[in-house]
């Protein structure tokens, strides 16, 4: 079985790029999910394993158990940025298995996720609250420090490092900035040369936002 996996600091344009696939793709043969049931606990694991050690089998654990129930159809894509940092390594090394790395300009991540920390409750909570939500961002520090885009930017290069460093082996890894994700062929030839389907997408289709993701 095929699988397609999104990983990416979050901020990154995840939420549409699910909204677009769900939209296009047949649902009796694609399983596309963005934030999946206990992806944010999943969060807060990978972040403690990056920080303080990676143990392989408890990663391998913990995204197996989460995408058990989505995992039923032909096809399995994940945008789930909350589960990143978790790709078993099994995945890494399969064939079956196609990551794509999003990356943004990190200053403009870090606007990004401040704002939105910033919006509703639940987000509010998680960044000023819970601990390793991000990795080096401390409970109340995006409340407190002047220097909090600095340190999302910190974060931002962090994870993006991580990422390009833990998955690159891929056979199929491709990393690409969430500006061409939006303003170029990429998602269809994408699918047309890995999954033989034709997706149209148009730039008014590519142009609509979505902030549905409360957690993101």
């Not at 654990?61 to 995408?67: E, G």
């Not at 340190?151 to 931002?156: A, G, R, V």
């Not at 991580?162 to 303003?183: L, P, V, W």
């Amino acid at each position: 079985m095929k699988k397609l996996i999104f990983v990416s600091t979050g901020r990154c344009g995840t939420t549409r790029i699910c909204e677009l696939l769900k939209e296009k793709l047949p649902n009796e043969n694609y399983s596309v999910v963005h934030q999946m049931s206990f992806s944010r606990l999943a969060n807060v694991m990978g972040n403690l394993l990056y920080y303080f050690w990676d143990i392989p089998s408890i990663r391998n654990f913990i995204y197996s158990a989460i995408i058990k129930k989505y995992d039923t159809k032909d096809y399995f894509i994940s945008t789930d940025p909350l589960t990143s940092m978790l790709i078993p390594d099994d995945y890494v090394k399969s064939n079956d298995v196609f990551i794509v790395h999003i990356v943004r300009e990190p200053s403009s991540f870090a606007k990004s996720m401040f704002n939105f920390s910033k919006q509703n409750w639940k987000s509010y909570f998680a960044h000023n609250f819970v601990p390793f939500w991000q990795p080096y961002l401390w409970p109340l520090e995006n409340l407190s420090s002047k220097s909090i885009l600095s340190k999302y930017e910190k974060i931002s290069v962090k994870k993006n490092n991580y990422f390009n460093n833990k998955y690159y082996m891929n056979s199929h890894y491709q990393k690409i900035t969430m500006d061409e994700i939006f303003t170029t062929n990429f998602l269809e030839n994408l699918f047309q040369e890995y999954f033989n389907c034709k997706v149209i997408i148009n730039e008014h289709e590519y142009s609509i936002r979505s902030n549905t993701s409360n957690m993101e």
